[in-house]
């Protein structure tokens, strides 16, 4: 078999997301694949448009039920186990796909030899085959074989899991699994997978559609979603330091921390949650400063992120209080500006 998607689902039942994700998966043209459908203990009626779906089509649809609710990265980790196809894909539940994805992906890796090939996404917030905002994922820098230049670009600019595709013996050797019971179980491993990729191609094309709407997890900002990023990022150290990719590339993978761990996580939290708690903003910086004390040296750090960012990020670190005030103060000031 060529291709096995998995796509993790829960309470996806309203709004027909869950049946126009399907409905662009069983349309797909190629042939040789497996939709694995694994229902993450849902509480709506996603199970049963599930098992209408795999009545529909015996034989390209698998459904799982899990008993209890693993969040997405134990319902990726099910569908990996049983996974049959050389290759291995991911479909959010509220995205959809051209109908000519995964024929293209598989024809570029079946033309390179690449055992991991992506494409672009579009940004929509209807149920259409329109092409929205163009997301470019890859740089064209990042294909071929693969060395240090290109890992090191990969760190830094990973793109988004669910537009590739896998070889699957990359899951295998040594066994690499989702955390679970998390929020950004991406963020955690996406780092080791990409760097057991031999050779990257890439489509230039917005053959994946990433549905904008107020349900899903990048607009809904939470103290619990804070908390998991920053042990996603956790989890991506020590992933790199066991598997020796913190020695080869560590302003890489500290910057990664940084950027993911500190600067998405506190502006994140600072925009996005109703009550901002003091002892959150103490712990955040105090971890900060104790896993990478001279971050602040890193050259991705100088580079990447603004001045502004630069200034409340180390203000922060003085003073969790004075960076509250001035927080508060600054915001306020724009908002009545317009």
Same mark, same amino acid.
């Given at each position: 078999?060529?291709?096995?998607i998995?796509?993790?689902?829960?309470?996806?039942a309203a709004?027909?997301?869950l049946?126009?994700c399907?409905?662009s998966?069983?349309n797909?043209?190629?042939?040789d694949?497996?939709i694995?459908?694994v229902?993450?203990?849902? $509480?709506d009626h996603s @199970?049963?448009i599930?098992h209408r779906?795999?009545? +529909?089509? =015996?034989?390209k649809?698998?459904?799982l039920?899990?008993?209890?609710?693993h969040?997405?990265?134990?319902a990726k980790?099910?569908?990996?186990?049983?996974a049959?196809?050389?290759?291995?894909?991911f479909?959010?539940s509220?995205?959809?796909a051209?109908?000519d994805m995964?024929?293209?992906?598989l024809?570029?890796?079946e033309?390179t030899?690449?055992?991991m090939v992506?494409?672009d996404?579009?940004?929509?917030?209807?149920?259409s085959?329109?092409?929205?905002?163009?997301i470019?994922t890859?740089r064209?820098?990042q294909?071929?074989l693969?060395?240090?230049?290109?890992?090191?670009s990969?760190i830094?600019?990973?793109g988004?899991?669910v537009?590739?595709?896998?070889?699957?013996?990359m899951?295998m050797e040594?066994?690499l699994y989702?955390?679970e019971?998390?929020?950004?179980e991406?963020n955690?491993?996406s $780092?080791?997978?990409l @760097?057991?990729a031999k050779r990257y191609?890439y489509? +230039?094309? =917005?053959?994946?559609?990433?549905?904008?709407?107020?349900?899903?997890?990048?607009?809904v900002?939470?103290?619990?979603?804070?908390?998991?990023?920053m042990?996603a990022m956790?989890?991506?150290v020590?992933m790199?330091?066991d598997?020796g990719?913190f020695?080869?590339y560590p302003?890489e993978?500290?910057?990664?921390?940084?950027?993911l761990?500190?600067?998405n996580?506190l502006f994140?939290y600072?925009?996005g949650?109703?009550?901002?708690?003091l002892?959150?903003l103490k712990a955040l910086?105090?971890?900060?400063q104790?896993?990478?004390p001279?971050?602040?040296?890193?050259p991705y750090y100088?580079?990447?992120i603004?001045?502004?960012?630069?200034?409340?990020?180390?203000?922060?670190?003085?003073?969790p209080?004075?960076?509250?005030?001035?927080?508060?103060?600054?915001?306020?000031v724009?908002r009545?500006?317009?």
């Amino acid at each position: 078999m060529q291709l096995s998607i998995i796509v993790p689902v829960y309470n996806m039942a309203a709004d027909q997301k869950l049946e126009y994700c399907l409905d662009s998966l069983v349309n797909q043209t190629i042939q040789d694949y497996e939709i694995i459908a694994v229902d993450d203990a849902s $509480t709506d009626h996603s @199970l049963e448009i599930l098992h209408r779906f795999e009545q +529909e089509n =015996p034989g390209k649809i698998r459904v799982l039920a899990l008993k209890e609710n693993h969040r997405q990265g134990g319902a990726k980790n099910a569908g990996l186990k049983i996974a049959r196809g050389e290759f291995i894909g991911f479909m959010d539940s509220d995205d959809w796909a051209a109908p000519d994805m995964f024929e293209k992906l598989l024809q570029r890796a079946e033309e390179t030899g690449a055992d991991m090939v992506g494409c672009d996404c579009c940004l929509t917030d209807r149920h259409s085959m329109e092409i929205g905002q163009v997301i470019r994922t890859s740089r064209k820098e990042q294909t071929g074989l693969l060395g240090d230049a290109q890992y090191q670009s990969m760190i830094m600019d990973a793109g988004f899991l669910v537009v590739k595709i896998y070889r699957r013996q990359m899951f295998m050797e040594p066994p690499l699994y989702f955390p679970e019971h998390m929020f950004y179980e991406d963020n955690a491993v996406s $780092t080791e997978l990409l @760097l057991r990729a031999k050779r990257y191609e890439y489509v +230039e094309e =917005p053959l994946y559609y990433y549905y904008q709407h107020t349900g899903s997890t990048v607009h809904v900002v939470t103290e619990e979603r804070c908390r998991d990023r920053m042990e996603a990022m956790r989890i991506m150290v020590r992933m790199a330091k066991d598997s020796g990719t913190f020695e080869r590339y560590p302003e890489e993978i500290e910057f990664r921390f940084i950027n993911l761990f500190y600067q998405n996580t506190l502006f994140s939290y600072m925009q996005g949650t109703q009550k901002k708690r003091l002892s959150f903003l103490k712990a955040l910086a105090k971890e900060m400063q104790d896993t990478f004390p001279d971050f602040k040296n890193n050259p991705y750090y100088l580079k990447r992120i603004n001045e502004e960012e630069r200034m409340f990020m180390e203000l922060l670190l003085r003073s969790p209080f004075a960076f509250l005030l001035y927080y508060k103060l600054k915001y306020f000031v724009r908002r009545l500006r317009g």
